[in-house]
């Protein structure tokens, strides 16, 4: 018993010790045709690294995108579908396209930060549609991103509805997943040598 509680010191004194967390969130998601609804059969493949500064409010979008059939017309995130991981849903970001955000093109590369204070970065239809502020448009849209409910579309000359999508999926933060395993480790340390000591 003494050992169980000695763990639980340890790791309480661990968590106690630990610096805060970092304030900025990653979502991350592969862009394919078969995403789309309906499905295609686009070639075209992408992926999105979506980064948000929890303190400054601040979303960064990284993409990369290839071999789609027609040239790239649009782009932008959707939210919030009913189900997450499949259905639409309207543009929650600028309409008609995130600003310089290549077009024309089958293949390219977008690097881009919005100030999400700003009624500019959002569909003024989503910001209308939840609750009327920025405020409260980043307040729906941050939910959707945690709940797998925001989707980036990149829409071509071939398929004005959208060539490839993915949904956006929360990644894990390496301290978290280091902490978790490091207790869990400590947690069957202390349950061996409690069953060692039982018998």
């Given at each position: 018993?003494?050992r169980?509680?000695?763990v639980?010191?340890?790791?309480?004194?661990?968590?106690?010790?630990?610096?805060?967390l970092?304030?900025?969130?990653?979502?991350?998601?592969?862009?394919?045709?078969?995403?789309?609804?309906?499905p295609?059969?686009?070639?075209?493949?992408?992926?999105?690294l979506?980064?948000?500064?929890?303190?400054?409010?601040?979303?960064?979008?990284?993409?990369?995108?290839?071999?789609?059939?027609?040239?790239l017309?649009v782009?932008h995130?959707?939210?919030?579908t009913?189900?997450?991981?499949e259905?639409?849903?309207g543009?929650?970001?600028p309409?008609?396209?995130?600003?310089?955000?290549?077009a024309?093109?089958?293949?390219?590369?977008?690097?881009?930060?919005?100030?999400?204070?700003?009624a500019?970065?959002?569909n003024?239809a989503?910001?209308?549609?939840?609750?009327?502020?920025?405020?409260?448009?980043?307040?729906v849209?941050?939910a959707?991103?945690?709940?797998g409910?925001?989707?980036?579309?990149?829409?071509?000359?071939?398929f004005?509805?959208?060539e490839?999508?993915?949904?956006l999926?929360?990644?894990?933060?390496?301290e978290?997943?280091a902490?978790?395993?490091?207790?869990?480790?400590?947690?069957g340390?202390?349950?061996?040598?409690?069953r060692r000591a039982?018998?």
């Amino acid at each position: 018993m003494n050992r169980i509680r000695l763990v639980a010191a340890l790791l309480a004194a661990t968590t106690l010790a630990s610096p805060a967390l970092a304030q900025e969130v990653e979502y991350f998601a592969t862009l394919s045709g078969p995403a789309e609804a309906p499905p295609n059969e686009s070639p075209g493949t992408g992926s999105v690294l979506l980064t948000l500064d929890l303190d400054l409010r601040m979303m960064t979008i990284d993409t990369r995108f290839s071999g789609l059939l027609g040239t790239l017309t649009v782009a932008h995130i959707h939210c919030c579908t009913a189900l997450a991981s499949e259905g639409t849903a309207g543009v929650a970001t600028p309409t008609p396209t995130f600003p310089g955000f290549p077009a024309g093109v089958t293949s390219g590369s977008y690097m881009e930060t919005f100030d999400m204070k700003l009624a500019t970065s959002y569909n003024p239809a989503f910001i209308t549609a939840n609750g009327g502020t920025p405020d409260s448009a980043y307040t729906v849209l941050l939910a959707g991103l945690n709940d797998g409910k925001a989707y980036l579309n990149l829409h071509s000359s071939e398929f004005p509805g959208g060539e490839i999508r993915g949904f956006l999926a929360p990644v894990p933060e390496p301290e978290t997943w280091a902490m978790l395993l490091g207790g869990l480790g400590l947690i069957g340390w202390a349950a061996r040598g409690a069953r060692r000591a039982a018998i």
